[in-house]
């Protein structure tokens, strides 16, 4: 079965510093891959998706994720951190076994100073 | 813009009420799903659904919570009675199923059951 771990609960950064969310997966076949940002009082938005095709894939706001098999990772990225990018960050992964359910991480809550 | 939609956005219920969440999915996707999430939980799949059929509702208290889908347009979690630890937020998410497997979440529901 497919599973998924997010590495810090809570991870802070200042404004323009390098942001990087981790997150590492399990998973007996080849695995589609989402980050998904949660803002305060709002639902989860898609912010990139990995489906087997480019192991860099660049999503909405700035970020980027690299599937990396040898180390079953799945990191996110962003060069330069803005206050708005304050939020809850959570990875997921396709759960081939149960048809199209997700499998989410218990997420990152990402605090920018300035 | 195609967007999930749920409604109510706040239900504020007292114990032993019947309450009912709506859900319209995104046209054209063939795949719903329920979730909760609380602070001590995080997010919890409740059920899915697949072409309007049941997929998995192993996630819901059977006893007390149900899920239908009346039509592709429409889709509902209901909870009688209600009870004071079903106090959550409740999002719905759609997706188009194959081949990309992504979800596309609702602002969700805030029940409150005092």
């Known amino acids: 079965a497919q599973s998924v771990t997010q590495l810090g609960s809570h991870v802070s950064v200042s404004e323009g510093a390098l942001v990087l969310l981790r997150c590492n997966y399990s998973?007996?076949?080849?695995?589609?891959l989402f980050w998904y940002v949660q803002y305060p009082n709002q639902g989860l938005q898609l912010l990139l998706k990995y489906t087997s095709a480019a192991t860099l894939v660049k999503g909405i706001n700035g970020f980027e994720a690299e599937f990396k098999k040898s180390e079953t990772s799945f990191h996110l990225t962003k060069p330069s951190a803005h206050m708005r990018d304050a939020a809850e960050y959570f990875c997921?992964?396709?759960?081939?076994?149960?048809?199209?359910?997700?499998?989410f991480g218990k997420g990152t809550t990402l605090s920018v100073s300035s | 813009d195609a967007r999930v939609t749920q409604t109510p956005r706040h239900k504020v219920t007292e114990m032993g009420q019947e309450v009912t969440m709506r859900c319209q999915p995104i046209?054209?996707?063939?795949?719903v799903f329920w979730y909760r999430q609380t602070m001590m939980q995080g997010l919890e799949l409740l059920a899915y659904?697949?072409?309007?059929?049941?997929?998995?509702d192993s996630g819901m208290p059977k006893d007390r919570f149900s899920a239908e889908m009346p039509d592709a347009t429409l889709a509902t979690l209901k909870i009688q009675p209600s009870e004071p630890r079903d106090s959550a937020v409740y999002f719905c998410a759609s997706g188009p199923g194959t081949p990309t497997y992504e979800q596309y979440f609702g602002p969700g529901t805030r029940l409150t059951v005092t």
């Open positions: 998973s007996s076949v080849p695995p589609y």
């Open positions: 997921a992964v396709s759960d081939y076994q149960a048809g199209t359910a997700l499998i």
């Open positions: 659904f697949r072409n309007r059929a049941p997929l998995d």
């Open positions: 046209l054209g996707h063939n795949t």
